[in-house]
Structure formats: structure tokens, C-alpha cells
């Protein structure tokens, strides 16, 4: 009977239109995707702030996501001066545009908003929000794991477990979010009564998992003549959603939440899971040791005798022994960090989202030297004899003498911030950045050989994620814009470039050993031998196994006839370099596979995003 009664209050709100009465409990502003950076979305805002402010029965303002577009320091600060003039509380998280495309690494995000999470308590109820990726790495949406170990402190501090709690996050809490199951079963145990969301830029209603899901619409007008936000009124138990025309009108409810606040939340029963089934085909891969990290892992591993040496977004570089995953040292830097580490000799050299180059002793994590910049770096380093060559966010690339951290030469005409691990090959250095160019340079030097632009005029097209590589003096990349390109290494000339359809590459490619073969990844889920020799685009063979919809950025290796290729669900393939048959699969994570670096024939080690190392033996 309950039920039926607020069911049809909330029917009787979405036919009455704005629900502004005496038994409203408290109203809030839910802002989403503000996009700054976009043509519009500066003036947009700007409209919103001013509309809210005029409202005093506005209690508070929570922003879900996707406050920038292209996540770089001079959006986040623009951003922040517009919030800024609201004259409520407010609460903010980034979205996916604010993570992936960082130039900070998703620090400065921290700095201009003081955190990337929020929990406050209002008239009895609990808000709490998160964080959502890909931190830096093109995926599929996921809760950077340090946003998960925060989410249980949070929980842990609170006894009362029947506080009814209304959670906030940019993605919606489905299949769409690689971990999206870390929150909702964290909430099992609690009083969890509705989930807000962005990212779809409409108004939308959702069910997860028995929770009631609420998807806002964007800030942005789009086609319209105006932007637009929602206003959302706790009244008789519910939530009610209006959609408000900044300045304008507010419009009729069009949707309302019954909240039930004195009884348990429905949960599906038996919901939907990550299985690893698959492993059950493959026996002879087992999992000889694992780690879980307290944050996300955005880089590959060294490995060092008898030492694997990986990093962390919570600042660590950590090294374990190979034999069991045991701790041998860690050392703690002031920003997150998404380079792989790269090895010369005894010395271990680390870039971080700090602005610094760390030069550590591989055999007891001792600080050798450190060297700043004047920006963060969230590249790896390329090794070209005894010199460390790095490319950062400010505009330049550096090389300094691994031995003594000398600055050798500084190279400093990069548009945007570059991402990519450099390769070094015939004596030049290459890089792609955020800026739609390629940069080859003399790598004893650092000056310009030549420079190659892919022509686009959106820089999420720009071949900044892939790792380049070369071969019969030909540089190969592959881009967002998903063409196969193939340049003269020595002039930047041009030799082909292709769109396939049916073949989308984006970002993931390796080469062969002997150099006879380029690997490539689709979207469309294939892995691809391309010719490297030919004269134009050649396909040698194309693997007959499927792995599904794919956009991970993740470099492929081949050692010993056997291809490694990592997903953005959890799983390593092993294919065969002669036809690319499956040799086995084997998933540790449902999260994106960084590079798998083989020991042996029977010893790999795999990170994945979610803060997983793993050693696979066969």
C-alpha cells in the first residue's frame, strides 16, 4: 500500500509539473558534462551559475563529471572561476574528459578542486561520489581503485548502516564501467537508495541492479538556443527530477523516485558478474603469485634479475621479487605515476606526474637523482645509449645522462602534452603528443629532423597513445582516427595511409623480433600481421580469434613465436605469430591490460588498471 501511495504522488508530480511546496524536505542543483573547453560551453555555464544563484531555496549543487573537455590545467581553471561564483555549497567529480586526456596526469584536477570525491551529509541523508576514468588510458569506464579503497574508509567510519545514502558518479553504474560491481556490492550492506549520474548528456532513467539510477542531462545546449541542468526536490519520500532552462522555465518533473527511506533496498538477486571461465580451458596457465595495489596501475613492468620493478598511481614505484611477488623496496613520489619503468644497469629511471625524473638504484630503491620539470610528465622514458630521453606536458622533450642526471639537450617545440614511450631507432627519437604531431628528432642532439601532422582538427584524433615502431626504415603508428600510417623514418614523407572499416585500428600495434611483421589491434575486436616490408598496406594473416569490442591502447609483444595481446577486459591472448591461432587466454582482471612482459616461454608478468600484478606460468 506504501508503495502504491508514493508511486502515485510521484505520478501526480510528473503531471502537476515543478514540485515547489511546503512539504518539499530540500531541493538541489545537479549539474553534468559542462564540457569546458567546447564552443559553447563557457557561456553555457556562466548562464547556469547566475540561474542557480538567483534561487535561494537551492540548497546545494553537485556536479557529475566531465567538467572539462579535454582535462588541461587552463580548462580546470577555468572551470573552477565559474564554479566558483555560486554563492551555495557545491561538490564536484571528473569525468571521463577530465581523466583520460590529462596533461597533469589527473592531479591537477585535485589542486584546482581540492579532491576528486565527496561525502556530506544533508537533513539525514548521505551523498557520496566518486571519481571515473580511464585515468589516461582509452577503455571503457572505470573507478580508479584509490576511489575504491577511499569508498570503504568512507563506509568503515560510518556504524550506521541505515543512513540512506544517494551516490554520485560521472558513468552509470552498468556493464559501460569495467568495475562498476566494486561500488554496488561495497553498498550491499547499506541503506543505498538512488544513483546520479552523467555522461549520456539526456535525462534518463535507470535500474541498477534494483537501485534506482538517475542519468542527468549535459549543461550543454547543443542544438537548442539554451543549456540546461536538473533541479531535484526531496519531497514525501522521493526524489523529484525537473529539468531547468537556465533564466527560462523550469519544466514539468519528469521523473520521481520513490526512496522508501525505512526499508531495505530490492537487490537483484544473483546479478550479473565478471566470470573467468575461460581459464577452466586453459589449466596449463596458472596465476604463480598476484598483487593488489591501493591504486591503479597505468604502466607496464621491468624486470631486473631477480626483481620486477612497477609503479602506481598513488606515487609508488615498488620493486618485488620475480620468484613470489615479494616486497624488496618501494620508493614515494608526490604525483601519480603512469610511466613504465626503464632499466639501465643498476639504474631505474621513473617520470612522474609530479614533474620530476626519479633515478633510483634497482637493488635497494635508493635515490640516485632527481631532476624537475616544469610540468608533469605522464610518458615513459625511451634508453638511447647511456641517456635517458623523456617528453613531458610542458612543451618539451628532454635527455639527460642516466649516470649523472646532466641535462644533455632540451628540445622545446612540442605542441601539447605527450603521452606515448618514445622509440628510438637509426639514431632519431620518435614521439607523437596531444597535438596532432609526430616528432622525429636527432636523439644525440635533439633537434629537429622532421615533423609530421595527421591534418585533423580534433586533437582526440592525435597519435599520442601509440607506441611507435620501425623497421626497413619505415616508422609505422596507428591512431584514434583509426588509419594505419607508414612514413619514411628518415624524411617524414608519406608512404601510405589507410582507412579500413571493416579493420578499425586505434592505438595498439607491436612488431615483431625479426621485423617482418606489424600487429595491430581493431575495434572491431581482430588482431591483425600486416607486412612490413611491402610497398603499401599488405595483411599476412588475420587471427580467427574474436576479442570483442575493443579500444585499448595497449602495445602487443611477440617473444618466441608467441604473440601477447592485452584487452581492456582482464584478458592476455596468446596467438600463434604464424597464423595468429589461439595458443591459450587466460583473464586476471575485468579491467584494461597494460603490457605483458614475458621472462621465458613459461614466465610472463601483466598489470592491469585496476592496481593488479600478475605472474602467469604455464
Not at 332 to 358: F, H, M, R, W
Request: contains cysteine.
Amino acid at each position: 500500500m506504501k508503495y502504491f501511495v508514493v508511486c502515485f504522488l510521484g505520478m501526480m508530480m510528473l503531471l502537476c509539473g515543478p514540485v515547489f511546496g511546503q512539504d518539499t524536505l530540500f531541493r538541489f542543483a545537479m549539474v553534468s558534462d559542462t564540457h569546458i573547453g567546447s564552443e559553447t560551453a563557457k557561456e553555457d555555464l556562466e548562464r547556469t551559475i547566475r540561474d542557480i544563484n538567483a534561487q535561494p531555496d537551492v540548497a546545494f549543487v553537485m556536479f557529475s563529471g566531465d567538467i572539462t573537455e579535454f582535462g588541461s590545467d587552463e580548462e580546470l581553471q577555468l572551470a573552477k572561476s565559474i564554479i566558483s561564483e555560486l554563492n551555495k555549497p557545491w561538490y564536484i567529480v571528473p569525468g571521463n574528459h577530465d581523466a583520460k586526456w590529462s596533461e597533469s596526469g589527473c592531479n591537477t584536477f585535485r589542486t584546482v578542486f581540492g579532491a576528486e570525491t565527496f561525502s556530506f551529509q544533508y537533513k539525514g541523508y548521505w551523498f557520496l561520489g566518486t571519481s571515473c576514468g580511464p585515468n589516461m588510458r582509452m577503455g571503457p569506464g572505470q573507478i580508479p581503485r584509490e576511489n575504491i579503497v577511499w569508498l570503504e574508509q568512507q563506509l568503515q567510519q560510518q556504524p550506521d548502516k541505515k543512513m540512506p545514502i544517494i551516490f554520485v558518479n560521472h558513468y552509470p553504474q552498468d556493464s559501460s564501467l569495467n568495475n562498476w560491481y566494486e561500488v554496488l556490492d561495497r553498498m550491499k550492506d547499506r541503506n543505498l537508495k538512488a544513483i546520479i549520474c552523467g555522461h549520456g548528456h539526456a535525462n534518463h532513467k535507470y535500474n541498477f541492479e534494483g537501485i534506482p539510477g538517475i542519468m542527468c542531462r549535459s549543461n550543454l545546449r547543443a542544438k537548442a538556443a539554451i543549456g540546461g541542468y536538473n533541479l531535484v526536490s526531496m519531497v514525501h519520500d522521493s526524489l523529484v527530477f525537473n529539468e531547468r532552462r537556465p533564466e527560462q522555465a523550469t519544466l514539468p518533473a519528469w521523473h520521481a523516485v520513490a526512496l522508501h527511506t525505512d526499508e531495505a533496498p530490492q537487490w537483484m538477486p544473483n546479478p550479473p558478474r565478471p566470470r573467468f571461465d575461460m581459464n577452466k580451458t586453459f589449466p596449463q596457465v596458472h596465476e604463480k603469485w598476484s598483487l593488489q595495489e591501493q591504486g591503479d596501475i597505468g604502466s607496464g613492468v621491468a624486470i631486473v634479475k631477480d626483481k620486477v620493478i612497477y609503479t602506481n598511481t598513488n606515487g609508488d614505484i615498488k620493486a618485488v621479487t620475480l620468484k613470489a611477488g615479494k616486497p624488496v623496496w618501494q620508493f614515494t613520489a608526490k604525483g601519480k605515476i603512469y610511466a613504465t619503468p626503464l632499466v639501465q644497469g643498476s639504474n631505474v629511471i621513473v617520470p612522474c606526474t609530479d614533474g620530476n625524473v626519479y633515478c633510483l638504484d634497482a637493488r635497494n630503491g635508493q635515490l640516485r637523482w632527481q631532476q624537475a620539470t616544469q610540468k608533469a610528465i605522464v610518458s615513459s622514458a625511451a634508453l638511447f645509449r647511456n641517456t635517458a630521453i623523456i617528453a613531458g606536458s610542458d612543451g618539451h622533450c628532454r635527455a639527460w645522462d642516466i649516470n649523472s642526471g646532466q641535462q644533455l639537450w632540451d628540445f622545446d617545440s612540442v605542441r601539447n602534452f605527450v603521452e606515448t614511450k618514445p622509440l628510438i631507432y637509426n639514431n632519431k627519437v620518435y614521439f607523437g603528443s596531444w597535438g596532432n604531431d609526430l616528432y622525429a628528432l636527432d636523439a644525440a642532439t635533439g633537434h629537429r629532423s622532421w615533423t609530421w601532422n595527421n591534418g585533423a582538427s580534433n586533437r582526440m584524433f592525435s597519435p599520442a597513445a601509440c607506441w611507435p615502431a620501425a623497421c626497413s626504415n619505415k616508422l609505422f603508428i596507428v591512431a584514434p582516427d583509426q588509419y594505419m600510417t607508414a612514413l619514411d623514418a628518415n624524411t617524414g614523407q608519406q608512404l601510405y595511409r589507410h582507412r579500413d572499416t571493416a579493420n578499425r585500428v586505434r592505438e595498439s600495434m607491436g612488431l615483431s623480433p625479426d621485423s617482418n611483421r606489424l600487429y595491430a589491434k581493431t575495434m572491431q575486436g581482430a588482431v591483425i600481421a600486416f607486412n612490413t616490408h611491402s610497398a603499401d598496406q599488405e595483411v599476412i594473416w588475420k587471427s580467427p580469434v574474436a576479442l570483442g569490442y575493443e579500444i585499448c591502447p595497449s602495445p602487443i609483444n611477440e617473444y618466441r613465436d608467441v604473440v601477447y595481446v592485452p584487452t581492456q577486459s582482464g584478458v592476455v591472448y596468446a596467438l600463434s605469430a604464424k597464423d595468429g591461432s589461439l595458443k591459450w587466454m587466460h583473464k586476471f582482471s575485468n579491467c584494461l591490460v597494460n603490457t605483458v612482459q614475458p621472462v621465458n616461454e613459461k614466465t610472463l608478468i601483466a598489470t592491469a588498471a585496476d592496481g593488479k600484478v600478475v605472474c602467469l606460468e604455464l
